[in-house]
């Protein structure tokens, strides 16, 4: 009885030594791939390939407000964004232009607060607002993240 029980254990122990070994035999081949075929490294060497990096068409990464050449948005001051973003994340600034009519006076985006969820940008009628890709906002002063995406000229 003690023998069998001893020649089991042997069996364990050694089939544990070959488990070691297949796999340790199979990470190094898979070094040696990568060593001879450096295009197949898959790994972002980050913060290298900053100019080169690419990010997926999909990624949000904060609300921006683009402006044309001429510094002009296409916010009609609707408030839509403001209304529907679920924690207040959006303030919408409305005033007056030259002319007397309505216009957006300024918009301001609390990133620090905002989950990216991307609703201010499809109840936006008119497009005005993107998530966009600009990933690298780390910073240790919350009010830093306080954004002023638009400010109407002598407000
Ligand atoms: S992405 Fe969502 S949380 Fe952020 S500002 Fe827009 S609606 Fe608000
Ligand atoms: S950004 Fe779009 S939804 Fe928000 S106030 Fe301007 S037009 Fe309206």
């Known amino acids: 009885m003690k023998d069998n029980l001893t020649g089991l254990q042997d069996k364990s122990y050694i089939s544990r030594i070959w488990q070691g070994i297949t796999s340790l ?9 990568y060593l001879f075929s450096p295009s197949k490294v898959v790994t972002q060497q980050y913060p290298e ?5 690419h990010i997926p068409p999909r990624f949000r990464a904060q609300v ?6 001429n510094g002009n948005h296409k ?18 600034l409305v005033t007056k232009d030259k002319t007397g009519k309505k216009a957006l006076g ?5 990133f620090s607060q ?3 969820c991307n609703i201010c940008v499809e109840v936006c009628p008119t497009d005005a ?7 690298e ?19």
């Open 25 to 33: 035999t199979s990470g190094l081949k898979l070094t040696l791939v």
């Open 64 to 69: 921006e407000m683009p402006l044309d050449e």
């Open 129 to 135: 607002i993107i998530m966009g890709q600009g990933f």
């Open 49 to 53: 390939n900053r100019e080169t990096l």
């Open 114 to 116: 905002c989950t990216l």
């Open 75 to 92: 916010c009609t001051s609707c408030k839509l964004c403001e209304k529907n973003c679920p924690n207040g994340s959006i303030s919408v």
């Open 137 to 155: 906002n780390a910073t240790t002063d919350r009010e830093a993240l306080d954004l002023t995406l638009f400010k109407m000229e002598g407000l």
């Open 106 to 110: 300024k918009y301001i985006y609390r």
